[in-house]
Every structure is written in C-alpha cells, then in structure tokens.
C-alpha cells in the first residue's frame, strides 16, 4: 500500500542543477526516515542522503557540499536540491522509506544524466 514516486530527473549540463522530488503515501511519513539512494551500471546502489524525522540529516561524502535533502512533511514530499552537478553523478536515483513498523520502501526512481 506504502507508494514513492520520484520526479524531476532529466538531461543537466555538467555544473547544472536539479531537483528531485518523491510522493509519498500510504504510511507515517513524517516520522519516517527517508532518503536517497543513487546506482550507475556496474555499481552498487548508494545512500546519497538521508533525513530523519527529527530533521537530522546524512550525506555521502562525494556530495556533501553540493547536494540538499529537504522534507515537506504537509505534502509528504521528499526533495534532493542538486547543485554543481557532475559527470559521475549520472544514475538513477531512487527514493527509500522506512517506518517504525519494520518497512522499507522503494520507487521506482528517476534518472539523472549528467552530460555536455
């Protein structure tokens, strides 16, 4: 019952922004963790950020400085702000949950390609 749905990934210039935004519904969003996880062929799926209920947040070090997460717990929307992005950020990315109850959740995610 528990659905994300991400938006807002696209083609972006090298030292471009975006912004992704994922849906939520269907659980306990703002008492959830919630994040974003990132995967390029070949590799594994990585947390690229992640923000607490409480509002305490995580980056990988390969975006800090770069990469906002941000939460709307009114329209239970997830954001990640996307500055200065690089090639190497190309991949799709993914919007996680869990909840209190043991559950964890998934998108379906949104590519991002990162190119001149």
């Known amino acids: 019952q528990v659905q994300l749905v991400e938006s807002g990934g696209g083609l972006v210039q090298p030292g471009g922004s975006l912004r992704l935004s994922c849906a939520a519904s269907?659980?306990?969003?703002?008492?959830?963790?919630v994040g974003w996880y990132r995967q390029a062929p070949g590799k594994q799926r990585e947390l690229v950020a992640a923000?607490?209920?409480?509002?305490?947040?995580d980056y990988a070090d390969s975006v800090k400085g770069r990469f906002t997460i941000s939460r709307n717990n009114a329209e239970n929307t997830l954001y990640l702000q996307m500055n200065s992005l690089k090639p190497e950020d190309t991949a799709v990315y993914y919007c996680?949950?869990?909840?209190?109850?043991?559950?964890?959740?998934w998108g379906k995610g949104t590519l991002v390609t990162v190119s001149s």
């Open positions: 996680n949950l869990n909840n209190l109850f043991g559950g964890n959740y």
């Open positions: 269907g659980t306990f969003f703002s008492i959830s963790t």
């Open positions: 923000i607490r209920g409480g509002g305490s947040t």
